[in-house]
């Protein structure tokens, strides 16, 4: 028996006194003349329902990387955040968010974050602890197909530190993580994923570029779309079952423009992982290759309203060379190398007041195999705590 959707929302709300996230990130106002420390409390409810077949979503060719996409209502997000300012130039944010994975709240960002401002104007600021390596999070309340190939999941969080120097229009980041947040990431010498990353801003454009590395990787290749998403490694690699061992590299770049009530956004990436899979049967080289499109468009209709289109693919490449090469490709579910999954979306949502947003969601996400009509409403409610 299904429980009607505002019992859970009740639950949550009340759950939110307890528990502390907010999905979003949200800078403290260091601009004001204040006495410090100062502290911030706020939630953030984010109550979405998801109607689609009970097929989809189809599985990913992906070796080692599954996704499985929740029906019916959901409440990945919410959760409540504490923010404080300890002194000018030191900070800091914990929050916990409710995952509809593991059915509770989950700790997301715990981060401590150090400022300086130079004469010139530069700021530099040094991040530390668990944060978001990307920013991946985006208005839409449907996963995009980038999060779901990269990192099976809608969230990337890891635990490590980001440098961040921006003067003027451009901004520089450079970051080192352990990699427990992409699957079958491995720590070398402490470090399993690097980023580095440049944005620039100049009115009506911002464009970002980001490249990333990972020098070990060992996931089992096996992909089930029905068993959540794991990050945990195989310590049986290679004889027990079979595994993808190599590294990997990934970049990023999106542009963005706004004039007026009109905006436009493109997005492109590009994974790539090499190695070999191993397993009882043999062992073959592999290459996969998974680049990634998405195209946006919004309008602004009013103040309080705004409509917006989405259009999102992948084309996925494998290749294999050796022993046994065509079975371990068919057991890692990658025997078809070319794949272009795709889908569209119209997304109008309403800020029916600063802190209540309503919003729906139509789709139709396509694969060789047929397409499937996606319908969402989704829910958003910020709230203050208390400062």
């Given at each position: 028996m299904r429980t009607c959707l505002p019992i859970h929302a009740s639950v949550i709300l009340i759950s939110l006194s307890a528990y502390a996230h907010n999905g979003e990130t949200h800078e403290p106002d260091n601009t004001a003349e204040s006495t410090v420390p100062r502290h911030h409390l706020h939630a953030l409810l984010n109550v979405r329902h998801l109607d689609a077949s009970n097929t989809w979503p189809a599985t990913l060719p992906l070796p080692g990387i599954g996704f499985e996409q929740h029906r019916g209502a959901l409440y990945g997000d919410s959760g409540l955040e504490w923010q404080a300012i300890w002194l000018p130039w030191l900070q800091s944010d914990a929050s916990i968010a409710y995952d509809d994975n593991s059915k509770k709240f989950e700790t997301d960002h715990v981060t401590l974050s150090l400022q300086?401002?130079?004469?010139?104007?530069?700021?530099?600021?040094?991040?530390?602890g668990r944060q978001s390596p990307l920013d991946t999070q985006r208005n839409w309340a449907l996963p995009a197909l980038l999060d779901t190939s990269l990192i099976g999941h809608d969230h990337w969080h890891d635990d490590g530190a980001k440098l961040t120097v921006q003067q003027g229009a451009w901004q520089g980041t450079l970051g080192a993580y352990r990699g427990r947040g992409y699957p079958g990431a491995k720590s070398v010498d402490t470090i399993g994923l690097g980023l580095i990353g440049m944005q620039w801003r100049?009115?009506?454009?911002?464009?970002?570029?980001?490249?990333?590395?990972?020098?070990k990787?060992?996931?089992?290749?096996?992909?089930?779309?029905?068993?959540?998403?794991?990050?945990?490694h195989s310590s049986g690699c290679g004889k027990d079952s079979?595994?993808?061992?190599?590294?990997?590299?990934?970049?990023?770049?999106?542009?963005?423009?706004?004039?007026g009530a009109i905006y436009g956004l493109a997005e492109?990436?590009?994974?790539?992982?090499?190695?070999?899979?191993?397993?009882?049967?043999?062992?073959?080289?592999?290459?996969?290759?998974?680049?990634?499109?998405?195209?946006?468009?919004?309008?602004?209709?009013?103040?309080?309203?705004?409509?917006?289109?989405?259009?999102?693919?992948?084309?996925?490449?494998h290749q294999l060379k050796?022993?046994?090469?065509?079975?371990?490709?068919?057991?890692?579910?990658?025997?078809?190398?070319?794949?272009?999954?795709?889908?569209?979306g119209l997304r109008l949502d309403w800020q029916?007041?600063?802190?209540?947003?309503?919003?729906?969601?139509?789709w139709q996400d396509r694969t060789e195999n047929g397409?499937?009509?996606?319908?969402?409403?989704q829910w958003r409610y910020t709230f203050d705590i208390g400062k």
């Open positions: 300086h401002r130079t004469e010139s104007n530069q700021k530099i600021a040094l991040s530390l100049q009115s009506p454009w911002t464009v970002q570029a980001d490249i990333g590395y990972l020098p990787l060992q996931r089992v290749t096996k992909s089930d779309n029905h068993v959540g998403h794991s990050h945990s079979d595994c993808l061992r190599g590294h990997g590299w990934l970049g990023l770049i999106s542009a963005r423009w706004q004039q492109a990436g590009k994974r790539r992982e090499d190695g070999e899979i191993a397993g009882q049967l043999g062992v073959a080289q592999y290459q996969g290759d998974t680049s990634s499109l998405a195209l946006e468009a919004g309008w602004h209709w009013t103040d309080t309203i705004t409509l917006a289109t989405r259009y999102e693919q992948l084309a996925l490449r050796g022993t046994g090469a065509s079975i371990l490709a068919s057991n890692a579910g990658i025997a078809n190398s070319k794949y272009r999954p795709r889908r569209n029916a007041t600063p802190a209540n947003t309503l919003a729906i969601e139509a397409h499937n009509n996606l319908l969402l409403t």
